[in-house]
């Protein structure tokens, strides 16, 4: 069960790094000498995911737009996924007491 939570954590963390890569490349989108990333993930064995940003070409805002919202949405699931492992938690918990 703790394995199932710092595995949610990891890809918490990289739906963050999502959202902070976007949110960077929005904000400096009319600069002339910005250095376009992308948040990319990896999956390690029995750690969960390893996120970099790595170069990316410039997107369109529409693209932006759809990595925000997948990127949210990742996050929200991870949520969900560790308030569900808790009450589980809780639950085996409670059957012991």
């Excluded at 995911?49 to 996050?75: Q, T």
């Excluded at 949520?79 to 059957?95: C, I």
């Amino acid at each position: 069960m703790i394995q199932g939570l710092s595995t949610s954590h990891s890809g918490l963390r990289f739906a963050q790094e999502r959202l902070r890569s976007i949110a960077h490349h929005i904000a400096n989108r009319t600069t002339t000498e910005m250095a376009s990333g992308r948040a990319s993930g990896h999956e390690r064995r029995e750690v969960g995911v390893a996120s970099e940003v790595v170069p990316a070409a410039r997107r369109h805002r529409g693209e932006d737009a759809v990595e925000m919202i997948a990127a949210g949405e990742h996050f929200a699931a991870g949520v969900r996924v560790v308030q569900t492992q808790d009450e589980m938690l809780g639950a085996l918990l409670d059957s012991e007491g």
